[in-house]
């Protein structure tokens, strides 16, 4: 079955950086879009970017030019680098396929401080 394994979250201050990593299986990875999404406290899920199997990268507004999405095929990983974090971007984030499937991971949550 799909599983979907995030890590790397944590505690950080404004302007810092983190680097989120989601372990996949359960579905053909490489020929699938990966995105990153976040749910903040009290809001809807919303989609951060996302990046297809060749690697061509689409952002939302907030993540162009402070975040990069990547992805390792070979290992079924996908990346998030976080760069100049704001306190806005405080979230639990989550990786899935786009459009996304059913099943959801646990999610790596996300404080920053200000």
């Known amino acids: 079955q799909v599983r979907l394994l995030e890590s790397g979250g944590g505690l950080v201050q404004a302007g810092g950086s983190l680097r989120l990593s989601c372990s996949a299986s359960?579905?053909?990875?490489?020929?699938?879009?990966m995105g990153w999404y976040r749910q903040a406290p009290g809001k809807a899920r919303e989609w951060v970017a996302q990046?297809?199997?060749?690697?061509?990268?689409i952002y939302s507004d907030f993540a162009e030019d402070r975040f990069i999405i990547s992805r390792d095929n070979a290992k079924n990983t996908v990346f998030l680098y976080m760069t100049g974090l704001k306190s806005e971007d405080t979230a639990v984030y989550y990786c899935?396929?786009?459009?996304?499937?059913?099943?959801w991971g646990q999610g790596t949550p996300v404080t920053v401080s200000s």
């Open positions: 359960g579905f053909t990875f490489h020929v699938n879009d």
């Open positions: 899935n396929t786009v459009p996304y499937q059913t099943t």
């Open positions: 990046i297809s199997g060749g690697g061509n990268r």
